[in-house]
């Protein structure tokens, strides 16, 4: 074998590495894809369930909410289950590391409904976010 022989084998076995990088890098990308869709999908479903909840839901809600669940439920049959994180998982490091989180909400009684809270102060900070995602990273 001479030596033209061994660098074309060489070059030969770094294009097929190459190659399955590339692959992998798109993988990845489509995975990531998938992610951000299954994300924008939760988030405007919860939008969507807030206004209800909140008495200002638009015309043709319950409509749309039956339309996201069923593309959630495509998305969930091919990409595997969505798991959402909680919104207080910023802040309670149990729940950011996969745990329970030690935080709950105590059970409300239809019979008499809460005060309204006061709104926060200016220098309240900011408003922790929720998290939603598919589980895969």
């Known amino acids: ?3 033209m022989d061994k660098v074309k ?9 190459a190659q399955q990088a590339g692959q992998a890098g798109q993988a ?3 995975d990531f894809q998938a992610k951000r869709n299954a994300d924008a999908l939760l988030l405007e479903l919860g939008g969507i369930v807030y206004s209800q909840k909140a008495g200002r839901a638009a015309t043709g809600a319950d409509a749309r909410i039956t339309e996201l669940v069923g593309q959630i439920q495509a998305f969930e049959a091919e ?3 969505v798991g959402v994180t909680s919104a207080d998982a910023a802040s309670d490091p149990a729940a950011a590391a996969g745990g329970v989180p030690t935080s709950s909400v105590p059970p409300t009684s239809s019979s008499t409904p809460a005060p309204a809270a006061p709104p926060p102060a200016a220098s309240a900070g900011p408003i922790p976010q929720a998290q939603y995602g598919s589980g895969q990273s």
Do not use: C, S, V, W
């Not at 084998?9 to 590495?17: H, P």
């Open 9 to 17: 084998a060489q070059a030969t076995q770094l294009a097929d590495k």
């Open 1 to 3: 074998m001479g030596l």
């Open 28 to 30: 990845k990308l489509a």
């Open 79 to 81: 990409h595997g289950a």
